[in-house]
C-alpha cells in the first residue's frame, strides 16, 4: 500500500512538470502571436516567461531524477557487472542527491532575499517571490523523489528494475 502512494506522489510531481512546460509554451506562443499579428504584448511577457522558465527547471529537475531519465554517460556503467552497476547507481544517485540538497537550500536563500528584497515585475509590479517559491517546491520535490529512489535503489533494487523496464518498453 505504501509504495502506492509513492507511487501516486511521483506521478503528481511528473504531472506538474508537465503542466509547467505546457504553461510555458502557451506564454511563448500567445505573446509571439500577440505581437507579430496584432502588435500588442502582453504586460511582463518577458519576466513571466523568464520566471516560468525557472519554476520549468527545477520541476523538470523533480520529474527526470526518479525516473533517471536525465542526460548520462554509461560508457563505464555498460561495461560493468550488474554487482558493480548498482553500486554505480546508489553512488551517482547519492551524489545527486547532495547537490539537489544543497541547490534546494541554496534557493530557498534566494526566495527568502527576494522576498525581503521586494524584487517586482517591470510592468505590473508583481513580486517575484512567489515564483521562486514554486520553484523552490520543485526543487524540495526532486529531493524527495531522489531520496526515494536512493531508498530503492539500495533497499528495493527489484522495484527499480522493474519500473526501468517498464518505462522502456513504453518508450
Given amino acids: 500500500m505504501h509504495r502506492k502512494h509513492m507511487d501516486r506522489f511521483i506521478d503528481t510531481i511528473e504531472l506538474l512538470a508537465a503542466i509547467f512546460v505546457g504553461i510555458v509554451a502557451a506564454d511563448i506562443f500567445i505573446s509571439v502571436m500577440l ?49 558493480w552497476q548498482r553500486v554505480i547507481d546508489v553512488f551517482a544517485t547519492l551524489v545527486l542527491l547532495f547537490v539537489v540538497t544543497v541547490q534546494t537550500i541554496t534557493l530557498f536563500d534566494k526566495v527568502t532575499s527576494t522576498y525581503n528584497d521586494n524584487v517586482l515585475t517591470f510592468d505590473l509590479r508583481l513580486p517575484n517571490w512567489p515564483f521562486f517559491a514554486v520553484a523552490w517546491l520543485g526543487d524540495a520535490a526532486a529531493v524527495l523523489l ?11 533494487p527489484d522495484a527499480i528494475a522493474e519500473e526501468e523496464a517498464s518505462t522502456k518498453s513504453a518508450e
Avoid: C, K, M
Fill in 35 to 83: 505581437r507579430y499579428f496584432f502588435a500588442v504584448s502582453i504586460p511582463d511577457s518577458y519576466d513571466f516567461g523568464r520566471l516560468l522558465l525557472g519554476i520549468l527547471i527545477f520541476w523538470g529537475i523533480a520529474a527526470t531524477s526518479y525516473r533517471g531519465t536525465h542526460i548520462t554517460v554509461d560508457l563505464v556503467w555498460a561495461n560493468a557487472s550488474p554487482r
Fill in 146 to 156: 531522489i531520496a526515494v529512489r536512493t531508498y530503492r535503489l539500495v533497499f528495493q
